[in-house]
């Protein structure tokens, strides 16, 4: 029987850039290590407040006093502002999540989760399954919370398809400059893979880091994130199958078991 001791660790020998820090990027890097690899973490964005702020908060009043059906949630950044708000929502609102990992963040914070993607954890993907599940339920009145530069594609969807949606942005994303070292160990290849975990980081690890090694795996979270970073005209080598940061380090184990055979 083979010990725990040792079993193959596929990652022996990489280095990974981790572009998030925080709990996540704690999570990710202890996961890596599991796996044998040598995790970088840089934090390449950061979060601030939105710059109307009397707007999130007009709509967060309204969001408390029952006006609307629903709100919809699409990152964990968005809790936390929930959160430091401490905003109400009442029974009669329901919420919807852009995927698990944003319902875990809502349900973590004591706020309630009535519809998660059950496959594409995306804004596309949610507003499919919203479709089938408010069917014949027009208009509702929305609540979309979002980033400064997120793409509006929940909010022309559901206006699309009749619903009054009021769309207030709840932060902002901001760029972090990477350690000089860490920009020059990229440049020379001694990175073996980069996680691509948002268009935002996409955008940076571009700036900041391109053109990357041929050499060095880029792994891009999923496919909206993918299509982001070819936006910025950063290359994507891997793609995780679901958009949680297990899967994004299969993608990249997969990838290094396929090199090194």
Do not use: C
């Amino acid at each position: 029987m083979t010990s725990a001791a040792s079993t193959p660790k596929p990652l022996t020998g990489w280095r990974v850039l981790v572009p998030r820090g925080g709990p996540w990027g704690d999570s990710v890097a202890a996961d890596l290590r599991a796996r044998g690899a040598s995790p970088v973490v840089a934090p390449m964005i950061n979060f601030a407040p939105t710059a109307d702020a009397p707007a999130l908060e007009r709509a967060l009043a309204r969001l408390a006093a029952g006006e609307f059906d629903w709100m919809t949630v699409t990152s964990a950044t968005t809790v936390d502002v929930l959160s430091a708000q401490r905003a109400v929502v009442p029974p009669t609102t329901r919420v919807a999540a852009v995927g698990e990992t944003t319902a875990a963040a809502l349900a973590a914070a004591g706020y309630k989760v009535d519809l998660v993607p059950s496959e594409d954890n995306s804004a596309r993907g949610l507003l499919a399954e919203w479709e089938a599940a408010t069917q014949g339920v027009v208009p509702l009145r929305v609540l979309t919370l979002r980033s400064e530069i997120a793409k509006p594609l929940l909010t022309e969807g559901l206006r699309r398809i009749g619903h009054d949606v009021e769309s207030v942005v709840a932060y902002r994303t901001v760029g972090v400059a990477v350690p000089e070292n860490v920009v020059s160990d990229v440049r020379d290849g001694l990175v073996q893979a980069i996680l691509v975990t948002s268009g935002s980081v996409a955008e940076q690890v571009q700036q900041q880091l391109g053109p990357i090694p041929e050499s060095t795996l880029v792994a891009a979270i999923g496919p909206q994130t993918a299509r982001d970073a070819s936006g910025f005209g950063l290359r994507v080598d891997v793609v995780a199958t679901e958009r949680t940061a297990a899967s994004l380090i299969e993608a990249v184990v997969g990838a290094a078991l396929e090199r090194a055979s």
